[in-house]
């Protein structure tokens, strides 16, 4: 069956240079973060899948998520340290599904373009939307402003990204520090422009 989806395709920057246990510590954390996205989608499975071993791919029911989806992974990431971080190309479109729970045997258009958008990737460019105009614009601003995020900014980051977040107070309760150091991690992310991007990409006609 084929349906309308976002495919993004990923894998983390500079791999060869991290110790085997802190890359499969970096795959674990994606991974972990695919499932919470689960929650944005009524419960239907990313389906993380792994591969070329630094490398991993999910799918979104929900397309116009697709750029929330990428920050949140790599917010996860930057939990870890600096050092972490991962391309992302991000391709909408037709698909086919299969019924494996990985997506190793996937096909369609939205998998062919989100493949062939991280095989083009070059230069200081570490993610895309293969749709081009305004969401390719967004992705290229997001990808610079989340480039430069420190680990405490992604872990408030984590918890306010996911498109119902906890209150400020909530999300400092969670983490363990005061409401003055969320706002404070949430004002260096670039979090207020983000959140409204992504708002007004997620409610466009």
């Not at 309308?4 to 499969?24: F, Q, Y």
């Not at 105009?133 to 420190?150: E, N, R, V």
């Not at 991007?197 to 466009?204: G, H, N, Q, S």
Request: glycine share 8%.
């Amino acid at each position: 069956m084929t349906h309308p989806i976002a495919v993004l395709t990923g894998d983390l920057i500079a791999s060869t240079a991290l110790p085997r246990a802190r890359l499969e510590n970096a795959i674990q954390a994606l991974a972990q973060a695919a499932q919470q996205i689960s929650d944005w989608q009524g419960g239907a499975s990313p389906r993380f899948t792994r591969s070329r071993g630094d490398g991993w791919q999910i799918y979104l029911v929900h397309p116009e998520m697709a750029l929330r989806a990428a920050l949140y992974l790599r917010a996860a990431l930057r939990i870890g340290g600096k050092d972490l971080s991962t391309r992302v190309s991000i391709a909408t479109g037709p698909a086919t599904l299969p019924d494996a729970p990985d997506l190793n045997h996937a096909g369609g258009a939205a998998f062919v373009a989100s493949g062939r958008g991280l095989d083009a990737m070059t230069g200081p460019v570490t993610m895309t939307h293969a749709s081009g105009g305004a969401l390719a614009a967004a992705t290229c601003l997001a990808d610079h402003i989340s480039q430069s995020w420190t680990s405490a900014q992604a872990r408030a980051l984590l918890h306010m990204l996911p498109p119902t977040p906890p209150t400020r107070t909530e999300a400092a309760a969670l983490i363990g520090i005061s409401r003055q150091a969320v706002d404070q991690a949430l004002s260096g992310a670039g979090y207020a422009a983000l959140t409204e991007a992504l708002a007004l990409i997620e409610t466009a006609p």
